[in-house]
């Protein structure tokens, strides 16, 4: 790191740097950066550098540097050959300023900026707490129109599986029903519409993974638990992934996280990369639309079958089979496998109806 002082000039201007001949310490800076005599602390710095001065005689003032030592003592001064400006102060009187403290990068340069961790740790912060409310979902409010994303072979980015062309689905990150718990459910059926297909929420997925996951959020799916892909688990990259997509997504759209959901993506975020790259991403235009719900409707809701997704009647025993079914209420997603008084899932993968 290669050192310099300069003096502010009576027009608030800085004048000519002023280099000591022995003016590097052994640490690193970004390149070419001119470093503020303003202090820059830090506990885990690799150096520490203070700016000295004191008049001369004549009435001159002379500067210059000094390192701090491993003992904490301050080392010899460094004076550039040109050190004196015209300015007074106590005659003979070595005046030390507020340590200039050089922090060891953790990247190949220096920044002073948040970390791409600490900013979506901020877009979770800024996110509302509510608990999730299904009423008046509908799957068909938040298609998307981006199959192409499925058009080549990729890597799976939850678990880590390669897919091609012909196992690839189209995840909604942040999962349409669980938009619509969040605060979806207040949203006009254009704006569901923007939601669907808003890139920043799409990903191209392994099948079996993207159907296992569902409507999930981070605290309710942790991997497969049946099926062609059984066995498949949320890597801790994945997991990163999910969490931070998802406060970007929430944050996009004003959504809200509950309790649950919430600690999860905490506790996701801090085991994180520091350097994720990550930025706020801007605010989507969100319109609300008229409220029409009535006791009917609210009833309706109520008389969903709770083990099933999307809503199906619920009925004594296993009243309902395959064939009650109307195309889109198909394929039908059992919440907890096992759990299927209709047995609807066959194959016991988490999905019923699927042909």
């Known amino acids: 790191m290669e050192f310099g002082l300069q003096q502010r000039r009576a027009d608030s201007s800085w004048g000519e740097r002023l280099l000591p001949p022995r003016r590097f310490f052994p640490t690193t800076a970004t390149v070419g950066r001119w470093l503020a005599s303003s202090p820059l602390t830090s506990s885990d710095a690799d150096v520490v550098v203070r700016i000295v001065a004191r008049k001369a005689a004549d009435g001159r003032v002379e500067f210059g540097l000094q390192q701090r030592r491993a003992d904490s003592s301050w080392g010899e001064r460094l004076l550039p050959p040109r050190r004196f400006f015209p300015t007074t102060a106590t005659v003979g009187r070595w005046l030390a300023s507020s340590p200039l403290t050089a922090r060891a990068p953790q990247t190949a340069t220096q920044s002073t900026q948040a970390t791409g961790r600490d900013v979506l740790v901020g877009l979770l912060a800024a996110l509302g707490t509510a608990a999730e409310n299904p009423a008046g979902y509908d799957r068909g409010d938040y298609e998307h129109s981006s199959g192409e994303l499925c058009d080549t072979s990729g890597t799976d980015p939850y678990t880590g599986l390669t897919f091609t062309a012909a196992t690839c689905d189209v995840d909604h990150i942040v999962a349409a029903k669980e938009a619509h718990e969040s605060g979806g459910h207040r949203w006009d059926r254009a704006t569901r519409g923007r939601f669907g297909d808003d ?34 688990r949320l890597t801790a990259a994945g997991r990163c992934f999910w969490a931070a997509r998802t406060v970007a997504v929430k944050y996009r759209y004003s959504l809200a996280v509950d309790t649950a959901e919430r600690a999860e993506l905490a506790n996701a975020l801090n085991q994180c990369p520091a350097d994720i790259d990550a930025t706020a991403p801007s605010r989507a235009a969100v319109t609300t639309a008229p409220t029409t719900e009535t006791p009917s409707s609210t009833t309706a809701t109520s008389n969903c079958h709770p083990a099933y997704d999307p809503c199906l009647p619920n009925l ?16 039908v997603r059992v919440k907890q496998i096992g759990v299927d008084p209709y047995r609807l899932d066959r194959d016991r993968n988490g999905w019923g109806c699927t042909s």
């Open 199 to 232: 890139r920043l929420n799409l990903v191209a997925s392994r099948d079996c993974v993207n159907r296992s996951k569902g409507s999930s959020d981070l605290a309710e799916w942790s991997g497969v638990q049946s099926g062609t892909c059984a066995g498949a």
């Open 316 to 331: 004594p025993g296993d009243a309902l089979n395959c064939g009650d079914l109307t195309a889109a209420q198909k394929p």
